[in-house]
């Protein structure tokens, strides 16, 4: 066994606990926040939560832009939609299906889908991702941490009156301070964790002769939303289910308006069309389609009964499981 082989291996090894110490922490933070302020833990996940677990998404597609490589950036953001809902979300809902807010869970929901019919738009349509749709992405964003921020404060004010305990009682200052110490210490060890984990895996994987279109499906694809397994896995553990539920769709929606919009706003890039099916372009039939039909899934059916059903987990596995087998078939 080699020395590099030894390095990326203990190095693997301590991006997995950072990952895991992180995670817990993470959550921790977040839902005594919610708790602090009487904040909706779905809302809290689909805001401050997703924010720190898009950090990694944030960073490969930046750098990538930069780099000039459009197709990282393009296949990422969508990607990473399908991974958070046919994968994680699915997992989550299997095990441990949940009730929800509808009210809460509307605007992400409606933001995500707006977002995400200008990004199909832009793709069908135009071929090529000017500047002004990374810029107008990046409003969307704005517009909706706005929103939030206001639907925050009216739940806060709401939950607070029905409540005896003030937020400033629970803890003073210094409960505050340490809830937001364990939020971000939480999100910079699962971003620095998530890459150590990546990068090594990348290393390790090519070393024992795994295929690379093995490793990029893997490593690469599952990499960047290992923030977002590992919150959620924490957040059943502790019996926060809405906050995981929450943290994923806003990460759908971050990875279209601020992770997309920021790498087209660096560096505007035409549609990628090596990967085709049937001579017509892979995203095109394929990506795009899955990507509206799992969060279709994920998010109607508790929108109407604000709860969420084992059924759905188990056909969004299935979904991804033959999402995978046609990205390696074909």
Same mark, same amino acid.
């Not at 944030?58 to 990607?79: C, L, R």
């Not at 810029?135 to 939030?148: D, E, G, N």
């Given at each position: 066994?080699?020395?590099?082989?030894?390095?990326?291996?203990?190095?693997?090894?301590?991006g997995?606990?950072?990952?895991?110490? =992180?995670?817990?922490?993470?959550?921790? /933070?977040?839902? /005594?926040?919610?708790?602090?302020?009487?904040?909706?833990?779905?809302?809290?996940?689909?805001?401050?939560?997703?924010?720190?677990?898009?950090l990694?998404? @944030?960073?490969?597609?930046?750098?990538?832009?930069?780099?000039?490589?459009? *197709?990282?950036?393009?296949?990422? #953001?969508? /990607?990473s939609?399908?991974?958070?809902?046919?994968l994680?979300?699915?997992?989550?809902?299997?095990?441990?299906?949940? $009730?929800?807010?509808?009210?809460?869970?509307?605007?992400?929901?409606? &933001?995500? &889908?707006?977002s995400?019919?200008?990004?199909?738009?832009t793709?069908?349509?135009?071929?090529?991702?000017?500047?002004?749709?990374?810029?107008?992405?990046?409003?969307?964003?704005? *517009?909706?941490?706005?929103?939030?921020?206001?639907?925050?404060?009216?739940a806060?004010?709401?939950?607070?009156?029905?409540?005896? $305990?003030?937020?400033?009682?629970?803890?003073?200052?210094? =409960?505050?301070?340490?809830?937001?110490?364990?939020?971000?210490?939480?999100?910079?060890?699962?971003?620095?964790?998530?890459?150590?984990?990546?990068?090594?895996?990348?290393?390790?994987?090519?070393?024992? =002769?795994?295929?690379?279109?093995?490793?990029? %499906?893997?490593?690469? #694809?599952?990499?960047?939303?290992l923030?977002?397994?590992?919150?959620?896995?924490?957040?059943?553990?502790? /019996?926060?289910?809405?906050?995981? %539920? =929450?943290?994923?769709?806003?990460?759908?929606?971050?990875?279209? @308006?601020?992770?997309?919009?920021?790498? @087209?706003?660096?560096?505007?890039?035409?549609?990628?069309? $090596?990967?085709? &099916?049937?001579?017509i372009?892979?995203?095109?039939?394929?990506?795009?389609?899955?990507?509206?039909?799992?969060?279709?899934?994920?998010?109607?059916?508790?929108?109407?009964?604000?709860?969420?059903?084992?059924?759905?987990?188990?056909?969004? %596995?299935?979904?991804?499981?033959?999402?995978c087998v046609?990205?390696?078939?074909?």
């Open positions: 066994m080699s020395k590099e082989l030894i390095f990326a291996i203990l190095l693997f090894v301590v997995l606990v950072m990952l895991i110490f =992180g995670g817990d922490w993470f959550v921790d /933070g977040a839902s /005594g926040i919610a708790k602090r302020f009487h904040i909706p833990e779905l809302l809290i996940g689909a805001t401050v939560v997703s924010i720190g677990t898009t990694p998404e @944030v960073m490969v597609s930046a750098t990538s832009a930069v780099k000039g490589s459009g *197709a990282i950036s393009y296949g990422n #953001a969508i /990607g939609v399908i991974c958070n809902t046919a994680i979300a699915a997992l989550t809902i299997t095990i441990r299906p949940s $009730e929800t807010d509808r009210k809460t869970l509307l605007i992400p929901v409606a &933001f995500f &889908f707006a995400a019919v200008l990004y199909a738009i793709a069908y349509v135009f071929g090529y991702f000017y500047r002004w749709i990374g810029i107008v992405l990046l409003l969307i964003f704005v *517009a909706y941490i706005t929103l939030s921020s206001i639907q925050a404060k009216k806060s004010a709401l939950l607070g009156e029905n409540s005896e $305990e003030k937020p400033e009682d629970n803890g003073g200052k210094k =409960g505050i301070i340490k809830d937001i110490i364990f939020l971000v210490f939480g999100a910079t060890l699962i971003a620095f964790g998530a890459n150590l984990l990546v990068d090594n895996g990348i290393i390790i994987a090519k070393t024992v =002769g795994i295929p690379e279109s093995v490793i990029a %499906l893997t490593f690469v #694809a599952l990499g960047t939303s923030p977002e397994l590992v919150t959620a896995i924490t957040s059943l553990i502790k /019996g926060h289910g809405s906050l995981s %539920l =929450g943290n994923l769709i806003g990460a759908n929606l971050f990875n279209i @308006v601020f992770v997309s919009g920021l790498s @087209v706003a660096i560096r505007p890039f035409a549609v990628p069309a $090596e990967a085709t &099916f049937m001579g372009n892979r995203s095109f039939i394929i990506d795009i389609p899955v990507m509206f039909a799992v969060m279709l899934i994920l998010t109607v059916p508790p929108l109407i009964k604000n709860k969420l059903s084992r059924w759905q987990g188990i056909t969004l %596995l299935a979904i991804y499981a033959a999402f046609i990205q390696f078939a074909f």
